[in-house]
């Protein structure tokens, strides 16, 4: 199975090419579509200078989120499976074959990535946990992770899920399609750093991904 990985790209020009060294390191068939969100550091410079006939990238030239970048790559891919991989350094890219066993094997048709949370800051760690027990009250389900970046689904999955252009809501929206259309979200516990720094506000982002959860509870999908 030939995998696509997903890398939504914004001011990481200390650890982009690190990321994708680590990606190309795994021993899958894969393709890699990269897309800069506007970056106003060195990222678009690091990326231009990459020569790997695997590694196609994207530029949006005004800056539209997280989300956008997903939908834009994925717009691009054309591989058996999907994964999204963030650009920084908390997720090891290895973790793709833990996932994508039970997938290979008829198991599963989507795999998530569950990680430990006990290294993030608090704030940032509860609102984690309130948003997947959403998830689960919501739509009577029992995923681990909900926010977790590393989902492996097949892409035509994916495409069904008409993903609308969004800043963080990505991770709900996806969430909460896959188990409006009936999905099992199989789970594998991965490792995880995470880093001190963050882009997601908890407030600025975690009150439009409760309201993504619910308008997905309440719509037709």
């Not at 430990?116 to 608090?122: E, V």
């Not at 097949?154 to 809501?169: I, N, Y």
Request: hydrophobic residues 40%; neutral net charge.
């Amino acid at each position: 199975m030939k995998l696509s990985v997903l890398i939504p790209v914004f001011n990481e020009e200390a650890t982009v090419r690190d990321i994708l060294d680590r990606v190309l390191a795994v021993p899958v068939d894969m393709e890699v579509a990269v897309v800069d969100d506007c970056s106003t550091d060195g990222t678009w410079q690091v990326l231009q200078s990459i020569q790997e006939p695997r590694i196609r990238v994207f530029r949006h030239e005004a800056n539209q989120g997280k989300g956008t970048g997903i939908v834009t790559a994925l717009s691009h891919a054309t591989g058996d499976l999907v994964i999204i991989q963030d650009a920084d350094l908390e997720y090891e890219p290895n973790d793709y074959l833990k996932l994508m066993e039970p997938i290979v094997a008829g198991r599963a048709r989507v795999v998530y990535g569950v990680r430990s949370l006990t290294g993030q800051k608090t704030f940032v760690r509860l609102g984690n946990q309130f948003l997947t027990l959403a998830t689960n009250l919501l739509y009577g389900s029992h995923v681990s992770d909900m926010e977790t970046c590393y989902k492996m689904l097949p892409r035509e999955v994916m495409l069904s899920l008409a993903l609308q252009p969004s800043r963080f809501q990505i991770e709900p929206e996806i969430t909460a399609k896959l188990l409006r259309k009936g999905y099992h979200i199989h789970e594998v516990p991965i490792s995880y750093q995470p880093r001190a720094a963050k882009k997601l506000n908890p407030w600025k982002d975690g009150l439009p991904a409760l309201w993504t959860l619910i308008k997905y509870r309440l719509v037709r999908v």
